[in-house]
């Protein structure tokens, strides 16, 4: 059974048209003209409980607004929408109970109170009981590595540092969905490797659901099986992540050890575009040309000792998608 559905929902904005020059302003003090910006268009899909989904797109696109009606925070226009059998903005305060969410910049921390306080108040707001507040707390500082700032000011903390207290303010309640909307945005590697870590044990050993957008492309190869991509409020693609570079990852390329020196490794089919000793590395399009028919090229002219084929990072594949208008119909 899904935990959440979503048929045909959409969002529209009333956006006010500005008129330009002096006669426009004095008009635009006077009356307004405004159009409907269609921000979701749509969209369809389903989630299981435990999965983690990556929801991917450019600024703009509609990902942030799908998350916030997802959340309760946002009505939609239209269209059916339903998160762990309730309509979120219809009954939202059983629906926050059993959600967590972390919208990027924006703080659910107390900014003048230190972090341990703001985490002591959500425990009175959720109604926790204590003895799994302390569990879920010693748990969370530890992984999250909270100890050395719970007791500094939210306004003190470094972005990193207030990002992990987020998250884990996002789960003290053992919510069953998280929603993270940008939850990497600005931090540094250790940081962000810290966080993505955490998401995965959330999700594996807790069996929270997960709905992640993100900018950062390695959030999604480091934590997602599947993916949505949404782009001008159009759901344009949702599947396996290893799908989509299937379908959209352009060139592969071959790194080929061989077990001696050849001066010529030229191979029909691939562009050679290192060749340094007995290692060269082809370059490929896997939709002329599959892994297999150029190993069977290499290796009947030349003696292979190891070989490895490295497939193209999903930022590449995401980009030429928006470049190419591969998914447009």
């Known amino acids: 059974m899904n935990i959440i559905n979503v048929h045909q929902l959409h969002k529209q904005f009333k956006v006010s048209k500005h008129r330009r020059g002096m006669w426009g302003a004095v008009r635009n003090l006077v009356s307004q003209d405004y159009q409907l910006v269609e921000a979701v268009d749509h969209i369809d899909f389903q989630i299981g409980p435990g999965e983690l989904v990556g929801y991917l797109g450019p600024n703009g696109a509609g990902k942030s607004t799908t998350i916030k009606m997802l959340a309760g925070l946002l009505v939609p226009t ?147 099986e599947r993916v949505m991509i949404i782009d001008r409020g159009r759901l344009l693609f949702d599947g396996q992540l290893k799908s989509l570079r299937d379908r959209f990852g352009g060139r592969r390329e071959m790194i080929v050890d061989f077990t001696e020196s050849y001066p010529d490794v030229a191979v029909e089919g691939a562009q050679l575009i290192a060749h340094d000793g007995v290692r060269a590395t082809y370059q490929f399009e896997r939709d002329e040309l599959t892994a297999s028919t150029l190993i069977g090229r290499i290796s009947s002219r030349y003696r292979i000792r190891d070989l490895t084929v490295r497939e193209t990072e999903i930022e590449e594949t995401i980009r030429r998608i928006y470049e190419k208008g591969l998914l447009e119909s």
Request: hydrophobic share 45%; proline share 5%; charged share 25%.
């Open 78 to 224: 239209g269209g059916i929408l339903e998160v762990n059998g309730r309509v979120p903005w219809r009954e939202r305060q059983a629906h926050v109970a059993e959600i967590g969410a972390v919208f990027g910049q924006r703080t659910t921390l107390w900014w003048d109170l230190p972090v341990i306080e703001s985490l002591a108040l959500l425990k009175h707001i959720y109604k926790i009981p204590e003895a799994r507040f302390q569990h879920n707390l010693a748990e969370f500082t530890d992984m999250l590595a909270l100890a050395p700032f719970l007791n500094t000011p939210v306004r003190s903390l470094s972005l990193g540092q207030r990002m992990r207290a987020d998250i884990c303010a996002a789960l003290l309640h053992e919510p069953k969905i998280l929603f993270l909307d940008e939850p990497t945005i600005g931090l540094d590697v250790v940081a962000k490797e810290r966080i993505r870590q955490f998401i995965k044990q959330v999700n594996q050993a807790r069996g929270v659901t997960v709905i992640l957008t993100t900018h950062d492309l390695q959030d999604v190869e480091k934590l997602c």
